[in-house]
């Protein structure tokens, strides 16, 4: 399997598709009333006025990012602000906090939305094309320097393409180098390696593992690689479709493996956020934490003294060599005013152009597109960029490869329940399964 040069080519097909390929026909039509029922909503921004009548009419542009955000909104803002430079059309930026964009897409789509947002591929793309939320635009496509590769990525089960990549990254467990080279640890490859070095960790009275889940989705980000580490890429993939069962043996021996990992995790993981948890790596109460590579945005001044390794192997049958690797881009609202506008925006933000201005001056995505700028990546995002491209399978994380009414109304509790009492193993799965078997049919 090739590996990317630093970010300098694309993920191979075979990987990046591997998710989407999997998916079939969406077995669901809209998103849990939860979501429908929030009383909070993604106002797009604007009146009617001024966002129809063609391609040179002003974009609205929703952005999954608020300001204040860090460089996570600094570069869509760049990006926004590039585009309007060379095209001359107005960006009308819609720009909302991340979980309340994630908690109400929905209700934003079906109402009165921005013409392009920000969005992920795989299988929460696949389900907005198929509810008809999102426009068809196989027309932008091919785009220079996003290679086949990211063209599966962005395709729905219709064959059409409904997305455009701008950058992806994966997780892994990541630590600072000075801590592990002032104690003598070692990055470990096994589960025997990592609960020698957790103890050890201990003794030297540091927390082993990081550990935040106060905003619900970053346990699933542990439920996933424990899921591959255990049962492999190929189980993992049909749980996420629904095609098996959540209180089999197999998904029980995922909790049953997590609930004796959790002594070396911080204790109290709902009442703290990610980038608390961040802290706490940064400041050395904790040796580890498996998170994306977003990390650095919480704690910049430490990513030259951060490294990462990929979470180790539990089952020598299975291995280590699937990881989370998210795809971010952006979609074209089926209900947005100014389709033409909208598609002519999005051929501009799969560019290099587009992701050499979202990096300019901020810590950089890696691109997706092979013409981008990689002199500007760290030492870690070259790492990650290599990484992925070893990768024999990619997942794009929980809530992307599966229903997203089962991700935030069944497994985000489910998960938190289990964190509060890992003894009840049976009692969650018992739940989950039950609680699918209504939503998948």
Not at 210 to 225: R, S, V
Not at 234 to 257: C, I, N, P, R, Y
Request: with cysteine; aromatic share 10%.
């Amino acid at each position: 399997m090739n590996r990317p040069n630093v970010g300098s080519q694309p993920i191979p097909a075979s990987v990046l598709g591997m998710a989407a390929s999997r998916r079939n026909v969406l077995r669901g039509g809209l998103l849990g009333s939860a979501m429908l029922g929030s009383s909070t909503f993604l106002a797009a921004c604007g009146g009617d006025g001024g966002s129809g009548g063609g391609a040179s009419a002003a974009v609205k542009f929703g952005m999954n990012e608020a300001s204040g955000a860090g460089p996570a909104y600094e570069r869509l803002a760049q990006i926004a602000k590039a585009y309007e430079k060379k095209s001359g059309i107005k960006v009308e930026r819609n720009e909302v906090d991340h979980n309340t964009f994630q908690e109400n897409i929905n209700t934003y789509l079906q109402g009165n939305p921005d013409d392009v947002f920000t969005w992920f591929a795989g299988f929460r793309m696949n389900q907005f094309a198929e509810q008809g939320l999102i426009t068809d635009v196989s027309d932008v496509w091919p785009i220079d320097g996003l290679a086949d590769s990211f063209k599966t990525a962005s395709t729905a089960s219709d064959g059409k393409q409904y997305f455009v990549p701008v950058g992806y990254y994966p997780w892994a467990m990541f630590y600072k180098k000075s801590v592990f080279e002032k104690n003598g640890y070692a990055p470990p490859t096994t589960l025997d390696e990592l609960m020698t070095l957790s103890k050890k960790m201990q003794s030297d009275d540091i927390t082993p593992i990081a550990f935040a889940d106060k905003d619900g989705w970053p346990a699933m980000g542990t439920f996933d690689i424990l899921n591959m580490r255990i049962n492999g890429f190929d189980f993992h993939m049909s749980l996420m479709a629904g095609d098996e069962e959540w209180d089999s043996t197999e998904v029980k021996q995922v909790f049953d493996t997590w609930a004796s990992l959790l002594p070396l995790h911080q204790a109290d993981p709902l009442g703290r956020t990610w980038q608390e948890a961040a802290t706490s790596l940064s400041t050395g109460e904790c040796g580890m934490y498996l998170l994306g590579t977003f990390v650095v945005d919480a704690i910049p001044d430490d990513e030259d003294d951060l490294d990462f390794f990929t979470f180790p192997e539990l089952d020598s049958a299975i291995g280590a060599t699937a990881l989370d690797a998210p795809i971010d881009g952006f979609c074209l609202s089926a209900a947005g005013k100014n389709q033409d506008g909208g598609k002519e925006m999005l051929k501009y933000l799969g560019t290099a152009e587009a992701a050499d201005a979202a990096n300019k001056g901020t810590t950089p995505l890696i691109a997706a597109n092979s013409g981008a700028d990689t002199s500007v990546y760290s030492a870690l995002q070259q790492k990650s960029a290599e990484v992925v491209g070893e990768a024999e399978n990619i997942a794009q994380f929980l809530d992307r490869d599966t229903r997203s009414d089962f991700a935030s109304t069944v497994i985000i509790p489910s998960l938190q329940k289990f964190l509060e009492d890992p003894s009840d193993i049976d009692g969650v799965t018992k739940s989950i399964q039950e609680q699918k078997e209504s939503i998948f049919v």
